[in-house]
């Protein structure tokens, strides 16, 4: 068996094991399941092992039962409901002779007494019995129990209002009824009542029961004990009699609630008698059973083994894992152990996940009267119910630690995790190309798909291992890592290419997407859901809960997985580096410098290419120097940043500074990527020089069909000397 933590195994509950603590499982209180033992005067004990064992051994009146429904009347022709006390509805020519004909079959049956409803129809049918087999009248007794379901509103109309009023009020039939009328339930109490007072004051006769179709369904559902789910599932296999139909039944009593429904609870069960067969008598003992036997029962009796689901068992048990409070290793983990090595000499599970205690931010114990802990609703509106769970089962409690329950914590899962993941999704969706979705992922050779897909990969082994190790917080560790990456290095460096349509980034980024849903489902399941509606194509399962989890993806690919993962973590090093190097000297990004010189170390040129575009350098130089005059030092060795600026750089700097402040009024006035813009801009002739030797980029860059260089009175802008009037026109 494997403990998460592994320490518990042979500590704590090994010590339970070892104690092996004397276990009273009877309890002398009143709310518990009974325990099962009936007890004669005389000291003798009986033991009743399931509900069929227990009418076998119930004490039974002797009486044998008959019940018929009325012959077919005029109401039935009509298609009228008819359950008013006066009703005037007789029996048909057809429903007469359907009686007469049915009687027969109770000739040889020997009726001692006949139980009536009062209405017309019910008391023809018993007429015609009475004459057929001469049935005396003082043994005919008529119960107002047995009458019809009463319809209230609709007594003496078209029986399809009736229906409609169900279907339209979405109610059942169980327990819904309309104004001033019965609901099934209603019936079944009085037929139950009526029921057992008879078995109760008769012995050992042939009883026979005239009443009423839905009667005769309320009776069956009492006389058997069935809730609503079951009384609705078996109406049409048993309840339901046609005009004139007998039917024998065998009434055994049964603990049962007001709703004469089975309840083995007390006090129901108490009013059980039982008997053996020298008709001795048997009361049941008082005790229930301590409930840590039911509990600890559960790995088998979830599914109702051993009275039913035999291969259930075959197949589930013992369980795959289980997760429980670490304080259970001494009760409940212990109880169930003990049941399940009695009965079947094996433990109920393979793998244990215990958890430990959360504790308010304070450390103190969490305490309604103290109020020291969030409400989880405003959890839920602020981060969302994603970001709590995810929380939880990432942190050590999941491995059996204590924690303070820290709200920073989960605001953190939401924004770096939830909306990051989020931020990603919405970007996809605003270049997707539907077509992505059919086609077979191919090779790419850019090397930020491959790192990404490799990254991918490392995810789902790390993921996988936790996991086969029941250790979530394991599992759950190397997300957050995967998802910063994904959004602000692989997201990032690609922009350009997805806005530009390259097929196998908007390809690769699908396919991580994809894949990530599936890795998340289990700790973020509704982030999860929502990346795979929006990414499903029409093979797909209709839920990411639905799917397998994810294979790796190495497979599908030739290129080097370590090599890629070093070399680009020596690229973000150096990109680090430069960008210190960049704020020492109070450069920015969109100032373009001539070279970055790295000390003893080279890198391909694809790699190259990644680090002059993110440091924003014209040139990438690999020295063997020993030393390289003002420079950063790492364990890369040492990276030196050209920070003179020449006239040609300082005007391709001012040309990304007015890049971005158009495209901060593209943001500003709410247009989406795809508009396309013009551009009326007011500059002097250096200005204007400058927009003129980078114009076609520019329009390509902000989106704009053409530029007009006149008077406007649009936003100023102030690149060093230079300033600019810019109006966008749509």
Request: glycine fraction near 4%.
């Amino acid at each position: 068996m494997n403990w998460v933590p592994s320490h518990l195994k042979g500590g704590r509950f090994k010590n339970t094991m070892e104690s092996a603590p004397d276990w009273t499982i009877s309890r002398n209180r009143y709310w518990a399941s009974p325990l099962p033992f009936w007890k004669s005067s005389s000291g003798k004990i009986m033991f009743v092992n399931s509900i069929e064992d227990l009418k076998s051994k119930t004490k039974k009146s002797g009486n044998k039962y008959f019940v018929m429904r009325h012959g077919e009347a005029e109401n039935n022709v009509l298609k009228v409901c008819s359950s008013a006390p006066d009703n005037i509805h007789h029996l048909t020519e057809k429903g007469k002779k359907q009686v007469t004909e049915a009687v027969k079959s109770l000739v040889d049956k020997n009726i001692d007494m006949i139980f009536a409803s009062s209405f017309l129809r019910t008391e023809e049918t018993t007429n015609i019995i009475k004459k057929v087999i001469n049935f005396p009248s003082q043994n005919i007794k008529i119960d107002s129990r047995l009458v019809e379901l009463n319809d209230g509103i609709f007594a003496d109309g078209p029986i399809q209002k009736v229906h409609d009023f169900f279907k339209n009020n979405n109610l059942s039939k169980y327990d819904g009824a309309p104004e001033g009328g019965e609901s099934l339930v209603d019936v079944k109490k009085r037929v139950g009542e009526f029921i057992y007072e008879i078995d109760r004051k008769y012995q050992n006769k042939n009883i026979l029961i005239i009443t009423h179709e839905d009667t005769v369904w309320a009776l069956f559902s009492a006389i058997n004990g069935l809730n609503k789910e079951e009384t609705m599932d078996d109406i049409k296999n048993n309840f339901l009699l046609k005009n004139a139909e007998i039917k024998e039944f065998n009434f055994i009593p049964l603990p049962h609630n007001d709703n004469y429904e089975l309840d083995l609870h007390r006090p129901y069960i108490d009013n059980i008698v039982l008997v053996d067969e020298k008709r001795e008598e048997y009361k049941r003992i008082p005790e229930v059973i301590d409930c840590w036997f039911e509990s600890g029962s559960m790995p088998f009796a979830q599914d109702h083994y051993p009275f039913e689901n035999l291969d259930w068992k075959k197949k589930n048990f013992p369980a795959g894992f289980v997760a429980e409070y670490i304080a259970q290793t001494r009760t409940w983990f212990y109880y169930t152990h003990v049941i399940s090595s009695i009965l079947f000499r094996k433990a109920p599970f393979e793998n244990v996940v215990t958890t430990g205690t959360i504790l308010a931010e304070d450390g103190e114990k969490m305490s309604k009267s103290r109020n020291n802990f969030p409400d989880p609703w405003i959890l839920f509106n602020k981060y969302g119910v994603d970001a709590l769970r995810f929380y939880l089962m990432s942190c050590p409690v999941m491995k059996g630690e204590d924690i303070n329950f820290s709200e920073k914590s989960v605001q953190d899962i939401s924004n770096k995790i939830i909306s990051r993941l989020n931020n990603v999704l919405a970007f996809y969706e605003l270049y997707r190309d539907p077509q992505l979705k059919i086609l077979e992922h191919k090779k790419s050779e850019n090397i930020l798909d491959q790192w990404i897909l490799t990254r991918l990969d490392e995810l789902i082994c790390g993921m996988t291992n936790g996991m086969e190790k029941y250790d979530i917080s394991l599992a759950t560790r190397p997300v957050e890592s995967f998802i910063e990456d994904l959004s602000t290095w692989y997201l990032r460096r690609s922009r350009d290419r997805i806005k530009n349509g390259d097929e196998k980034a908007k390809q690769t980024l699908y396919f991580v997407l994809k894949n990530l849903a599936k890795l998340m489902a289990p700790f973020a399941p509704f982030a999860a859901e929502d990346i795979w509606l929006k990414l499903k194509n029409e093979n797909d399962v209709e839920s990411v809960h639905l799917e397998s989890w994810p294979s790796k993806t190495f497979k599908f690919f030739s290129f080097g997985k370590s090599k890629i993962l070093e070399n680009m973590e020596v690229v973000r090093k150096v990109v680090t580096l430069g960008l210190e190097a960049r704020q020492k000297a109070g450069i920015k990004v969109r100032q373009p410098l001539a070279k970055l010189e790295i000390k003893n170390y080279k890198l391909d040129n694809e790699y190259e290419t990644l680090i002059k575009d993110e440091l924003n350098v014209k040139k990438i130089i690999f020295e063997k120097r020993s030393e390289l005059k003002s420079s950063e030092r790492s364990d890369l060795g040492e990276v030196l940043l050209d920070t003179k600026i020449t006239p040609e750089l300082k005007l391709e700097g001012n040309y990304r500074e007015l890049v971005r402040a158009v495209q901060d009024m593209r943001k500003k006035i709410g247009l989406t990527p795809n508009d396309v813009i013009s551009l009326v801009i007011e500059t002097n002739d250096i200005g204007k020089k400058l927009i003129q030797k980078f114009e076609v980029e520019l329009l390509k860059i902000v989106l704009a069909s053409k530029i007009e260089f006149k008077e406007n009175d649009g936003e100023e802008t102030k690149i060093d000397e230079l300033v600019f009037k810019i109006r966008i026109k749509k």
